[in-house]
């Protein structure tokens, strides 16, 4: 499988308070985001996949749902997360 627990522990420790930090907005985010891409890489294989594009959209959305509301409430942590992954330009 792409995304193992060691995988998982080391995208929370990297982005959450801690490697057991779940549920902070970073680490979510950086979750969704890496999922995005190997999402991506596996549509630019199989284009005809469509069960995966569906996935690929509703985690486009949840991450944009979270980012919305971290940027609503905290802008620094916000611009630190955006710079952290490279989302936007």
Same mark, same amino acid.
């Given at each position: 499988m792409y995304?193992?627990?060691?995988?998982?522990?080391?995208?929370f420790g990297q982005y959450g308070k801690? &490697? &057991?930090?779940?549920?902070?907005?970073?680490s979510q985010v950086a979750?969704?985001?890496?999922?995005?891409t190997h999402l991506n890489e596996h549509l630019k294989r199989n284009k005809?996949?469509?069960h995966t594009?569906?996935?690929l959209i509703k985690l486009v959305?949840?991450?944009?749902?979270l980012l919305k509301y971290l940027m609503k409430n905290d802008i620094v942590r916000y611009r630190n997360l955006i710079k952290a992954l490279g989302l936007r330009k």
């Amino acid at each position: 499988m792409y995304l193992d627990a060691e995988k998982k522990q080391e995208i929370f420790g990297q982005y959450g308070k801690s &490697n &057991n930090d779940t549920g902070s907005v970073e680490s979510q985010v950086a979750l969704f985001s890496y999922r995005i891409t190997h999402l991506n890489e596996h549509l630019k294989r199989n284009k005809k996949d469509n069960h995966t594009r569906r996935s690929l959209i509703k985690l486009v959305g949840k991450r944009k749902k979270l980012l919305k509301y971290l940027m609503k409430n905290d802008i620094v942590r916000y611009r630190n997360l955006i710079k952290a992954l490279g989302l936007r330009k």
